[in-house]
Nanobody, 121 residues
């Protein structure tokens, strides 16, 4: 079993910054893509940013230039640095990962429990 634990959410004023972290633990041979999604009230869950095992990144257009995703392959962690936060960034942020538990095994998708980010004055 592999699990994800997120941290770093909270309340911040518009224009402020937050850093989210997500740590994977359990039976991990390798982690493929890791990243972040978010879901605002009444809206569908959407991709925020992902980083592949090779370090390539992809961002939602709405966060490009403001958010930065990074990973530590030794510690099995992924981080999301969020700057110039806007009210519309308010959502529950979910960590997502695709672990492999042994060589040659297929990857599968797992989710964290979510962390609330609220941007408000």
């Amino acid at each position: 079993q592999v699990r994800l634990v997120e941290s770093g959410g909270g309340l911040v004023q518009p224009g402020g910054s937050l850093r989210l972290s997500c740590a994977a633990s359990g039976s991990i041979f390798r982690l493929d893509a890791m990243g972040w999604y978010r879901q605002a009230p009444g809206k569908q869950r959407e991709l925020v940013a992902i980083v592949t095992g090779g370090g390539n990144t992809n961002y939602a257009d709405s966060v490009k230039g403001r958010f930065s995703v990074s990973r530590d392959n030794v510690k099995n962690t992924v981080h999301l640095e969020m700057n110039s936060l806007k009210v519309e960034d308010t959502a529950v942020y979910y960590c997502n990962a695709r672990p492999r538990t042994m060589p040659g095994s297929p990857s599968y998708e797992i989710w964290g429990q979510g962390t609330q980010v609220t941007v408000s004055s």
